[in-house]
């Protein structure tokens, strides 16, 4: 496969390049939404300003190190669901591409069945599930894991079709090339398909750790400590509700924009290696 082949393939993973049209189209949609957002935020920041929301004292009190405590623990508690419901829910996702892209039809029916449900299925009633369902027929969670399995059972059916996605985009002619030297179709799709498969898809893999690092919001419904809950009582203290979520809401911003800027930084850095090849 060519190097501009390789490129224009990984571009197209999820979506078509827009044309002209569509470039001028998207360029005038987002300078419209830039001026919106502005003019929500100076609207925002001035209603703040007229009923005192944005005096030093109310905002002071996050300098507090007991404070910063209390967030840095609900931020931990963030870390960690997301960090092991990513660890699980990646690799099962690969299972459930794979289970679907069988030549087996009762395996590949019942992968796109698990898949399609719980794509279309609110992570919110999920949680529900294993925090009120579940119980009542005597199975039960500890708080961490009501939070995890479901992001897992949500996460591993939206990767599985990314993972779908770019196995399908590997150029045929990979699998033409391992079938001339002897490879059988599973050793060709683990030595060969796979390894690109994954190289194709890893920024998006990384957009949709961001993804679970939103869901992991719905903690609060489990009463499990992360940064949402953490700061929901953070409110309850000091009484300062625009000001704790305000926090609590840049401190998601800042770690979503950093995982965002890995993933354009590995998408450039594979377009720059396929160039060069």
Do not use: C
């Amino acid at each position: 496969m060519s190097a501009r082949t390789g490129s224009a393939t990984a571009t197209q993973v999820l979506f078509d390049a827009p044309g002209p049209r569509g470039r001028r189209r998207i360029l005038l949609i987002s300078v419209l939404s830039v001026v919106v957002i502005l003019a929500l935020l100076g609207a925002g920041l001035w209603q703040f300003q007229r009923n005192g929301q944005l005096d030093a004292d109310k905002w002071i009190v996050y300098l507090r190190v007991d404070y910063l405590a209390f967030l840095g623990q609900g931020l931990w508690g963030t870390l960690k669901v997301t960090a092991a419901a990513a660890v699980v829910a990646f690799p099962f996702g690969l299972l459930l591409a794979l289970a679907r892209l069988s030549r087996f039809s009762l395996l590949s029916a019942a992968a796109t069945t698990w898949i399609e449900f719980f794509r279309g299925i609110p992570m919110l009633l999920v949680v529900y599930a294993f925090l009120l369902a579940l119980p009542a027929f005597g199975v039960t969670f500890p708080r961490f894991w009501m939070l995890v399995i479901p992001m897992i059972l949500v996460s591993a059916a939206s990767t599985a079709e990314v993972f779908r996605a770019g196995i399908k985009a590997v150029d045929k002619g990979q699998h033409e090339a391992a079938a001339a030297i002897g490879l059988s179709r599973r050793d060709a799709m683990v030595a060969v398909v796979l390894p690109q498969a994954v190289r194709l898809v890893l920024p998006s893999l990384i957009l949709a750790l961001v993804t679970l690092l939103k869901d992991s919001t719905l903690g609060y419904v489990v009463s499990y400590n992360e940064l949402q809950f953490q700061g929901k009582t953070l409110v309850s203290i000091t009484r300062y509700l625009v000001q704790t979520y305000l926090v609590v809401s840049l401190i998601y911003i800042v770690i979503n924009f950093l995982l965002t800027r890995v993933a354009l930084a590995l998408d450039a850095r594979m377009k720059a290696r396929a160039a060069a090849g």
